[in-house]
């Protein structure tokens, strides 16, 4: 069954053994994002067992790399995982950061030129002259064998980073 959000609460309030309601902190493709009852840590409740897994094995190959930041983003750390019902508990973060990796690719996308000149087109409009950060993790991730092609502010967020210069995108997504 893929869980709507009713059904992704309930799975994340059982996980939790409560029946108070949980914050939704975010939702996409890949599923739906609460806050636990002790605000120390968010579950994922995915949609769909293929991007489930490949986020969970992303996760554990962070782990194993001691990848917890990455060019002044911090990356959520991996608590637990429940492969009965797609679920993934890691740590609270506040931005900047890096975040949603159920769409990471493990080898070289193979996108028509046309859509990777989209790609980069998007990534400029939506980070302008800090697009160069964007890059700096592409890179840095692409060297451990991890492509991450979802760059958008709800999972690189750049708020209070270091190196942060004015932008104003036209329009925020704010999935």
Not at 41 to 48: F, M, N, P, Q
Not at 104 to 131: K, Q, T
Not at 164 to 174: A, E, K, Q, T, W
Request: glycine share 6%.
């Amino acid at each position: 069954m893929e869980p709507n959000r009713v059904n992704a609460a309930k799975i994340a309030q059982g996980y939790f053994n409560t029946t108070d309601s949980l914050n939704c902190l975010g939702w996409g493709i890949s599923g739906f994002v609460f806050l636990s009852p002790d605000l120390q840590s968010a579950v994922k409740v995915h949609r769909y067992e293929q991007s489930f897994l490949r986020e969970v094995q992303v996760y554990r190959i962070l782990r194993q790399l001691r990848l917890h930041q990455l060019h002044g983003l911090t990356i959520p750390k991996l608590i637990d995982f429940r492969t009965d019902i797609k679920l993934i508990r890691m740590n609270v973060v506040i931005a900047p950061y890096l975040l949603d990796f159920a769409g990471v690719h493990f080898h070289p996308p193979d996108f028509p030129s046309e859509a990777m000149e989209s790609w980069h087109a998007g990534i400029h409009e939506l980070y302008g002259p800090n697009d160069h950060i964007v890059y700096d993790v592409y890179n840095s991730l692409m060297r451990h064998g991890l492509y991450y092609m979802d760059f958008r502010p709800s999972n690189l967020n750049l708020t209070n980073h270091p190196d942060l210069l004015p932008h104003n995108p036209s329009s925020l997504d704010n999935d």
